[in-house]
C-alpha cells in the first residue's frame, strides 16, 4: 500500500470513529478535593468539575481563597469553599458535615493538602517533624474517616491520596515529607481491602516534579539539571495530575484498588 494510500486509510478510519456519538458525561458526583487553593489542587479541581461534578475545597488561608475564588470565578468556575485545618481531627469533622449537609454525600474524596519543612534530620526541629506529619498524613485519616460512611452507605466511592515521589524514593532533607507520603501508600492498601466489596475505590497517585510556582521560581540552571534526570525531557504540570486523578475517579476505573498511579515522567520506577 502506498502511502498515500494509507492515510486515505486511516482518514477514512478517524471519519468513521467521530461519527460514533460520544462517551455520556460521566454521574455528577459531590467531589472533596483538600488544598483546592493550591498549584495541584486548582487544576484538579477544574478537571473535575470540567466533568460535570460539584467540586468542594478547603483553605487555611482566608486571604488567599478569596483571591483564588474571584479568579475561579472570572474564569466561570463556582466552587465550593470551606476553611478547614485538616491538620485536625475535629476541624475535619466539621467540615465534612457541613459539606454533606450542604451539598449532599461526598461520593469522591481526592486527599491533596500537604507541606513541606525540609531539613537534614539532624537539624530538623520536632516542630518541622510534627507539621508535615499532621498536615500530609494524619489529615488523610481526619478527612477519610468522617467522610468513608457516605461512600459506603451509597454503594460508590473513590478516594485518591496524592503523596510523592519522594515518598517512593526517598529525598536527602526529607525524612518528615518522606514518611509522611510512604505512609499514604500503607493506608491506600488496608483501607482499598476494607472497602473493596462495597463499591469504594481507593488508590494513590505519586506525582514527580511539577511545575507549580515553587518549582517555576527555582534558578534556571539548578531547573535544567532536575530536568535531565527526567526521562521525558520536562517538567510535569498540575494537569497532568488532574489527568491521572479524573482517570482513577471515573465510574470505569473500578477494578483499578490499592494501586499507585507515578505520575513523574519515568524519573522513578518501582
Ligand atoms: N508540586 C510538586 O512538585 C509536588 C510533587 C509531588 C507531590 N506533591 C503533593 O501534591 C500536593 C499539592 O501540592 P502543591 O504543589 O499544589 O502545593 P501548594 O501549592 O503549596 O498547595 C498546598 C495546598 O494545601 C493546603 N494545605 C496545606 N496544609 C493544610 C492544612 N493543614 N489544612 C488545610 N489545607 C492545607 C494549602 O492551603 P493554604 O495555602 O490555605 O494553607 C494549599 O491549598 C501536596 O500534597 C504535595 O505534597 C507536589
Not at 475535619?92 to 469522591?108: T, Y
Not at 539532624?122 to 477519610?144: A, Y
Amino acid at each position: 500500500m502506498s502511502a498515500h494510500s494509507k492515510l486515505a486509510k486511516i482518514e477514512e478510519i478517524v471519519s468513521e470513529q467521530t461519527s460514533v456519538p460520544p462517551a455520556s458525561q460521566p454521574v455528577p458526583r459531590v467531589v472533596l478535593v483538600t488544598g483546592g487553593t493550591g498549584g495541584i489542587g486548582t487544576a484538579i479541581c477544574k478537571r473535575l468539575a470540567r466533568l460535570g461534578h460539584i467540586v468542594a475545597t478547603t483553605y487555611r488561608n482566608a486571604e488567599k481563597a478569596r483571591l483564588w475564588e474571584s479568579e475561579m470565578n472570572k474564569e466561570g468556575f463556582a466552587f465550593h469553599l470551606y476553611q478547614c485545618d485538616v491538620a485536625d481531627f475535629e476541624d475535619s469533622q466539621r467540615m465534612v458535615k457541613s459539606v454533606v449537609a450542604e451539598l449532599g454525600p461526598i461520593q469522591i474524596l481526592v486527599n491533596n493538602a500537604g507541606v513541606t519543612r525540609d531539613s537534614s534530620l539532624r537539624k530538623m526541629t520536632h516542630e518541622q517533624w510534627k507539621t508535615v506529619i499532621s498536615s500530609d498524613l494524619d489529615s488523610v485519616f481526619n478527612v477519610t474517616r468522617p467522610a468513608i460512611d457516605y461512600m459506603l452507605e451509597s454503594g460508590f466511592g473513590r478516594i485518591i491520596n496524592i503523596s510523592s515521589i519522594n515518598g517512593q524514593k526517598g529525598q536527602f532533607g526529607q525524612s518528615n515529607y518522606a514518611a509522611a507520603k510512604a505512609g499514604m501508600h500503607g493506608f491506600t492498601k488496608a483501607l482499598a481491602l476494607e472497602v473493596a466489596k462495597k463499591g469504594v475505590t481507593v488508590n494513590t497517585i505519586s506525582p514527580g516534579y511539577i511545575e507549580t510556582e515553587m518549582v517555576a521560581a527555582v534558578a534556571e540552571s539548578i531547573r535544567a539539571g532536575i530536568v535531565a534526570q527526567i526521562p521525558v525531557g520536562r517538567f510535569g504540570t498540575p494537569e497532568d495530575v488532574a489527568h491521572a486523578v479524573a482517570f482513577l475517579v471515573a465510574d470505569q476505573s473500578g477494578f483499578i484498588t490499592g494501586a499507585n498511579l507515578a505520575t513523574n515522567g519515568g524519573h522513578f520506577m518501582e
